[in-house]
């Protein structure tokens, strides 16, 4: 079992920067591939951006060049940089810890935390 806890939203302009941050529990941090998910009202829940267990990155085309995604297995935590925001930006942003085991996909998600991007 993995507790993701998200911290870092709030009410920004357009233009401005936000940092995410997701602190995992447990000890086996390394070994998730681990992504930010947003949902705006009214929208499906989207992939903005993942991290695998070497580092491999992508992101949703959207976000390319002014989000940037990374990792700290020390410190069990995975962190979103959002720059130059938009308001199409605005969601509740969630964090997601994913692996395999035995075969199945085991998926954790924290309690999300909201991004407003408004003037």
């Known amino acids: 079992q993995v507790q993701l806890v998200e911290s870092g939203g709030g009410l920004v302009q357009p233009g401005g920067s936000l940092r995410l941050s997701c602190a995992a529990s447990?000890?086996?941090?390394?070994?998730?591939?681990m992504g930010w998910y947003r949902q705006a009202p009214g929208k499906q829940r989207e992939l903005v951006a993942a991290?695998?267990?070497?580092?491999?990155?992508n992101y949703v085309d959207s976000v390319k060049g002014r989000f940037t995604i990374s990792r700290d297995n020390a410190q069990n935590t995975v962190y979103l940089q959002m720059n130059s925001l938009k308001p199409e930006d605005t969601a509740v942003y969630y964090c997601?810890?994913?692996?395999?085991?035995?075969?199945?996909?085991?998926?954790?998600w924290g309690q999300g935390t909201q991004v407003t991007v408004s003037s």
């Open positions: 991290i695998g267990t070497v580092g491999s990155i």
């Open positions: 447990g000890n086996e941090f390394s070994i998730y591939v």
């Open positions: 997601n810890a994913r692996r395999l085991r035995s075969g199945s996909v085991l998926n954790y």
